[in-house]
Each structure stands twice: as C-alpha cells, then as structure tokens.
C-alpha cells in the first residue's frame, strides 16, 4: 500500500529515510530582522487570509477542497492502523496494516478515485494555500497510481527496513501502554502476528515468482534479527526478551494491583510463546528457503523493466527529472570539489602525505573513536546531546520557526543495532506525548568516529531533521497530507544543508570536526556516483564498495554498511545531494537578487514554513519571496 509505505517511511526516518513523509501557505515575509521568534509558525498562515480577499476566489470551493484533502488523508489513513500508532492514536490499536495484494489493489482505485475528485476543481476559484495544496495532491496522487507497477519491485525484508522488526520497533517505540485496554491491545497485536507474518510471506512468494529476490547478502542480516526477537524468556531460559522486558516495563508504570499486572504480564508471556514465537519460525524458516534462490546479482537492472524502475525511483526521490547518467556525473564532479577543501584541512592540520593517506589517518588513529564499551557508548550520547543543545541557544541567528516539540538522543535497540543504519531520527507524536528521537547506532564504536558527530548531530537533530519535520506538523491550517507527508529530496536536503548552516555561525571550531562535516558531504556525492554505478551501470557490490574506499575517509564497516543500504533501496541515496545542492543554489540566487535585504532567516522561514515541497515548487516559492522583498519600499 504505497500511501502507507510512503507515511510510515516519514514517521520512522530515512530517512527521513525515508521512504518514507507538507504544510502551510506561502509565508508572507516578515517585515524586518527583527521579528519576534512568536510571529514564526502563525506568520505562514496570513498569505492565505489576505488572497482569500482576491475576488477571484470562491470561499466555497476553498471550503470544499480542504475538506476534500482531509476526507482523503482520513480514508487512507483509516486503512493503515499502524500508522495511526505512529501519529499517536489508539483506533484500531490491536492491529496489523492489511498486507494483502487484494488489499493493496483496492487502495490502488481508491487513490485513483481520489485523483477525479482533485482534478474536478476549479483551480481558479482557489486562494495561493490551496491552490499549492490542490498541486501537490494531484501530483502525489499520480505519482502513488505510476508506482502501482512497480508494487513488486520492492524488498519487504531487507537490512534497513523489514517488516518482522518494524513490529517491534513499533510495539517498543510508539504502543504507548497508559492502561490495561492498551495492554490488551499489546498483547492483541502479539497474537495477530502469525496471520501478519502469513501475508508478508505471501508477498515475499509473489516477488519471488516474479523474479525479485534479494541478493544473498541480505538474509544472514534479516534472519539473525528474527531470531534476536525470540531468545530470551519466555522462550527460553535467560534473561527476559526484547518485546517481554518492554511490556514488563510499560505494565509496571500502570497505577493497578499487582495482581492485575501479573496477569497481564502472563496474557503476554503466553501471546510470545503460541503467536510470536511460531510467526517468526514460520518467517524465518521461509527465508531460509529463499536465500538458496538469491544471487549476488546487486541492481536494480536485474529486475523485469529495471531500467525504466530505475528511471522512476531517481525521479521520485529526487523530484527531478535528472537521468542516472547526469546524476552519476554530478557526484564524479562533487567528489572532485570537496577533495579539494579537504586538502585545505589537511594544510590546516600540518599532516603531510596525500589525501588517501590522510584518509587512512581519519580512519585508525585511536583519538578519534570512543572505546567499544558501555561508558564509551553513554560519552559519545552525552556529548551529542551537548552539541545540539549548544546549537539550540544560537537559533535565533539563523531561525524565525522553530519547533516545540522535545529532542532526545538514543542508542538504536540491541535487538537491531546490527543491522540499522549510521543514524536516523524519527519525527515526534502530533500530540506531544512522544519526542522527536535522533537514534544513533553504536554497536561498533569504530564505526562512529567523534570527528562526524557534529555533522550528524546537527543532520539529524537541530537545525536538521527534527526542526524540519516537527516545524512541518506543527503548522495550521493545511492539511494533513502536507505535514505528514514528504518528498526525500526535501527532507534529505534539508538534513545535509544543515550540516553546512552551523559553520556559517561559527561551528565546527575543531578543525578535524570540519573535516568530518566536509567527509559527510562528500559521503552524499560519493553516492550520486556509486548509486547510480551499482543501479544503472551494473556495478558490483564489491566494486561500489572499492569507490568509495578509494575516494572516503570512512571506515570499512561504513563503507559496506552504505553500499548494502544503497543496493535495497535503489535511488534513494542520491536524494540528499541533489537536494542540499538545490536549496544551496536557490539561496545563493536570492543573495544575489536581494543584496542586502536578503535576510537568512526570512529565507529559512520560507523553506521551512511551508513543509516538505518537491525542489521545483520549492523554486516557485523562492522565487515569489524574493519578488515581495523586491517590491517593498
């Protein structure tokens, strides 16, 4: 169910994933630098109120249309229980989305029936907020009814995201249990696993009849994460699993007897041993079977079409019509530039030898990697949280929105530390009973070098992902596809751009901290080139791997981590470039335009203000802002 798959993708990262996730009016430009932090999020909403006054528009056809994307944001969201979780309510809190290809085809007409009803407006009888509201619906529509094809060419079970630990992180992070009813439903949730896990294996047949099988790397991954859910108690002797010590934990916060949360906690044990255990069995025995089928064939190409896929993903992703063979040539180009800055640090630091030396330092010399312990684990959390609350008190030279909702930084859970990712944030609960979390994964410290954290820090906290997408949901008066939904090339953007931002205020002091936020840059071009490589080019695993150890100062593990990531995800990765490149490119045009009046915190408020937009509306947007400032007197 591609709306599922695209929200839940937001909700959880990638990912800001992502795969992942727009807001307001255009913001009526505040009236000079001055303007209180309070004017932030309420300002975006005054372009709409002062157009609705053009006699053009038909308050009527406003009214009808926003209540028209609210009824197709709830349709939808009414067929996805779990992302219901993850906006934090509890209807239908005792279930699974619907995995079902029958399923999945109903949904496919009913989006198709929701696009007549968008295209049956009358544009012209529309304010500007809901003119760009109509805009991006139509064109998420078509886009959700083109990638209907495509439904198969997709990895259920993969390393990054799988739905046999999307259950649980979801049960961990997001089933809040505030009653004995929330408990139950917990427990529901457990004993509906096998049928769940039935459907996902059907899918899983069904791709494989097709011919899409992951490649043999992937099982070794998914399967070990299976069989790290069911050991412990109540499966078998040892310490209490993963699931069981997180309800014991939840139950014993309630304000019941003793007796009460006994029960419960036996109701569980039981659910884990007669659903949970034989679901995962079932799921892990199945994918025992395919691994026999897979090869180490690693692109997209390998897929029926998989060329013309290929083509569709880099331009969802990157909401440009750029083609592998542009995108790969830009990266080639990118890599080329940031090499050269990186040469300057190397001045800076007085090391001498060349630049792949100079990599070859970053990577072992012990003063950059914390120890692979716990205190080692809980200095590099401590220190992360330090740098983004630094940040935090210096917002108001770079911010006119800001976002209320609360950051935290975890670990990622043992259970999946192994094989998530580098570092991801999930967006925080509409309602505020859940924190923005900006998770990173230290399973092996070598892995996290303290030259990058500030970069990451900054990436996936403040000003990055947790400002954008909460700045997102916390806006008025648009619709809710527009704050929760998303386009990667955004979002990602956004997160890389806000790795630069803080140098321009005086961040990164440490010149060796700014070689890791040029490292970070250059990890993104680098994958422009190895993406589009493994893809389009027919690269291999190992080949892609190779680049970037030749051309990146990351450590080995990261290096395969990426390309593995890369490889289950075709296009993604290239998001975040093309992105940060386009917001760069439009500020710099505006600097240019405006000269002095060009006022970075206005021009933040305008990419912020009116959530997640494909790059060419973003340029529309831009470009109308820096007409209002030109007319001024």
Same mark, same amino acid.
Request: charged letters at 25%; a negative charge.
């Given at each position: 169910m591609q709306f599922t798959k695209t929200l839940i993708a937001a909700a959880i990262s990638t990912l800001v994933i992502t795969g992942c996730d727009r807001a307001e009016d255009k913001p009526a430009p505040n009236q000079d630098a001055g303007a209180s932090a309070e004017s932030s999020i309420e300002n975006a909403n005054t372009h709409s109120k002062a157009t609705a006054q053009d006699t053009s528009v038909n308050p009527e056809t406003v009214a009808k249309a926003n209540q028209l994307f609210e009824d197709h944001f709830e349709e939808l969201l009414d067929r996805s229980p779990v992302f219901k979780t993850f906006l934090g309510m509890k209807e239908d809190y005792d279930q699974w989305d619907n995995l079902s290809p029958e399923f999945e085809r109903e949904t496919h007409e009913i989006v198709k029936r929701q696009l007549a009803e968008l295209k049956a407006i009358d544009a012209s009888e529309l304010d500007d907020s809901t003119v760009l509201s109509l805009k991006l619906a139509i064109r998420n529509k078509e886009e959700e009814i083109e990638g209907f094809k495509w439904r198969l060419h997709t990895y259920p079970v993969n390393q990054m995201y799988a739905e046999h630990t999307q259950v649980a992180s979801l049960l961990i992070n997001q089933h809040r249990i505030d009653s004995v009813e929330d408990a139950d439903a917990y427990i529901a949730r457990l004993n509906a696993l096998p049928a769940h896990f039935d459907q996902l294996i059907a899918n899983l047949k069904e791709r494989a009849d097709a011919g899409i099988i992951p490649p043999k790397f992937v099982f070794p991954y998914v399967i070990s994460d299976g069989k790290n859910l069911i050991t412990g108690a109540p499966y078998s002797e040892g310490e209490d699993s993963t699931l069981l010590k997180d309800f014991k934990g939840k139950v014993e916060k309630l304000n019941i007897s003793d007796e009460q949360k006994q029960a419960l906690i036996t109701k569980a044990e039981a659910a884990m041993r007669e659903s949970v255990q034989p679901a995962y069995e079932a799921l892990i025995a199945y994918l025992g079977e395919l691994e026999q089928q897979a090869n180490t064939d690693d692109g997209a190409w390998k897929f029926p079409d998989g060329d013309d896929y290929y083509a569709h993903r880099l331009n969802v992703y990157t909401t440009t019509d750029m083609s592998a063979d542009e995108i790969h040539q830009k990266g080639l180009e990118e890599v080329a530039r940031i090499h050269d800055e990186m040469r300057g640090i190397m001045e800076q630091v007085g090391f001498e030898g060349s630049l792949q030396e100079f990599f070859e330092f970053m990577r072992t010399d012990p003063q950059f990697y914390y120890p692979n312990t716990e205190e080692g684990k809980q200095r590099y959390l401590k220190e992360a949280t330090a740098l983004i609350d630094n940040l935090k008190e210096r917002l108001d030279e770079l911010f006119i929105s800001k976002p209320k909702a609360e950051l935290? &930084?975890?670990?990622?859970?043992?259970?999946?530390?192994?094989?998530?990712?580098?570092?991801?944030?999930?967006?925080p609960a509409p309602?505020?009973?859940?924190?923005?979390? %900006?998770?990173?994964?230290? %399973?092996?410290?070598?892995?996290?070098?303290?030259?990058?954290?500030?970069?990451?820090?900054?990436?996936?906290?403040?000003?990055?992902?947790?400002?954008?997408?909460?700045?997102?949901?916390?806006?008025?008066?648009?619709?809710?596809?527009?704050?929760?939904?998303?386009?990667?090339? %955004?979002?990602?953007?956004?997160?890389?751009?806000?790795?630069?931002?803080?140098?321009?205020?005086?961040?990164?002091?440490?010149?060796?901290?700014?070689?890791?936020r040029l490292a970070m840059e250059l990890w993104r071009a680098a994958r422009l080139v190895v993406d589009t490589g493994l893809h389009s080019k027919k690269w291999?695993?190992?080949?892609?791997?190779?680049?970037?150890?030749?051309?990146?100062?990351?450590?080995?593990?990261?290096?395969?981590?990426?390309?593995?990531?890369?490889?289950?995800?075709?296009?993604?990765?290239?998001?975040?470039?093309?992105?940060?490149?386009?917001?760069?490119?439009?500020?710099?045009?505006?600097?240019?335009?405006?000269?002095?009046?060009?006022?970075?915190?206005?021009?933040?408020? &305008?990419?912020?203000?009116?959530?997640?937009?494909?790059?060419?509306?973003?340029?529309?947007? &831009?470009?109308?802002? &820096?007409?209002?400032?030109?007319?001024?007197?």
């Open positions: 935290t &930084v975890k670990a990622v859970e043992p259970f999946r530390e192994k094989s998530a990712g580098k570092a991801f944030y999930q967006r309602d505020g009973s859940r924190p923005g979390i %900006y998770y990173a994964n230290l %399973y092996n410290m070598n892995d996290m070098p303290s030259y990058q954290m500030e970069a990451l820090a900054y990436h996936e906290g403040i000003p990055g992902h947790h400002m954008q997408l909460s700045i997102a949901q916390e806006l008025e008066g648009i619709p809710k596809f527009r704050k929760f939904g998303g386009y990667t090339a %955004y979002t990602e953007g956004w997160g890389l751009y806000s790795e630069l931002v803080p140098k321009e205020i005086g961040l990164y002091q440490d010149p060796y901290s700014d070689f890791g291999t695993r190992e080949e892609a791997i190779e680049y970037l150890g030749k051309n990146t100062p990351n450590p080995q593990g990261d290096q395969k981590k990426a390309i593995e990531r890369y490889i289950v995800m075709p296009g993604q990765a290239t998001a975040y470039k093309i992105g940060m490149l386009k917001i760069v490119e439009l500020r710099e045009k505006a600097k240019a335009a405006l000269g002095d009046r060009f006022d970075i915190r206005e021009f933040h408020d &305008v990419v912020l203000a009116n959530g997640a937009v494909p790059l060419d509306v973003l340029e529309e947007l &831009v470009d109308e802002w &820096v007409a209002q400032v030109q007319a001024r007197q």
